[in-house]
């Protein structure tokens, strides 16, 4: 491994920059693993279809009770008219109307009305009872739709995240490998260009010269003309 490198250098080289981990770490708090942040995730999913729901039985139940009332009222008008109908017919046939007579009459219309709205209630409390019951679910079984949400989310996030992880760990190694060759590369260059350098110095000491220096104690003469004087000797060349 080249000399001095650090993670944190490798992170601040263009190698990490250009390696795309950047761009996949981002993605990973968004993939939610948590129990609080698959609740918030299920809760979120779960919102819309609540309120779908919610609003259809709301609707359903609203029709049902509307379509009770309209009933009731034309049923209403319908013994009524039956009512006034009798009188105007026994009047037009010239029979003495006596009171008697059209309470009794009366009455037994209104038994056959009550009868009938007795009927139709049952009916429509029996139409009323499937989207009360359902709307009451939507209460009561909040909390286990949320958990059956978040243990399928969970299911499904938990390999997402594993991949993930596994394609940043396998881009992140590549790209620190190139790094390191790229300085062992780097710094082989280098010693090669001092090498170079070096060998080619001029002014290097010739073979055979004899400074000054190593001829203390050496009393014999030297003279300008002398390119070399043995210290062992008063030869001279």
Not at 70 to 87: C, F, T
Not at 133 to 149: P, T, V
Not at 172 to 195: C, P, V
Request: aromatic letters at 6%; zero cysteines; a positive charge.
């Amino acid at each position: 491994m080249a000399d001095n490198t650090t993670f944190e250098k490798y992170q601040e080289s263009g190698h990490a920059q250009a390696s795309g981990v950047s761009d996949l770490q981002q993605q990973v708090p968004k993939i939610p693993v948590s129990d609080d942040a698959l609740r918030k995730q299920a809760e979120a999913q779960y919102a819309d279809t609540l309120k779908t729901l919610d609003d259809s039985y709301s609707k359903q139940l609203s029709a049902l009770i509307t379509s009770q009332a309209n009933d009731e009222k034309l049923l209403n008008e319908q013994y009524n008219n039956s009512i006034s109908s009798m009188m105007a017919q026994l009047k037009k046939r010239g029979l003495d109307v006596t009171e008697a007579l059209p309470q009794a009459q009366t009455a037994a219309i209104n038994r056959h009305r009550n009868d009938t709205m007795t009927v139709r209630q049952s009916l429509y409390s029996a139409q009323r009872s499937l989207p009360e019951q359902q709307k009451q679910l939507l209460s009561a079984d909040y909390e286990k739709a949320i958990a059956q949400r978040m243990s399928a989310n969970r299911a499904t996030n938990i390999p997402v995240l594993s991949n993930l992880l596994a394609q940043i760990a396998e881009l992140q190694s590549a790209s620190y490998t190139d790094y390191i060759n790229y300085l062992l590369a780097k710094k082989s260059r280098g010693s090669s260009r001092r090498k170079s350098t070096s060998g080619s110095k001029p002014g290097g000491t010739q073979s055979g010269y004899v400074p000054p220096s190593a001829l203390a104690g050496y009393k014999g003469s030297v003279t300008a003309t002398s390119t070399y004087v043995s210290p062992f000797g008063k030869e001279r060349y």
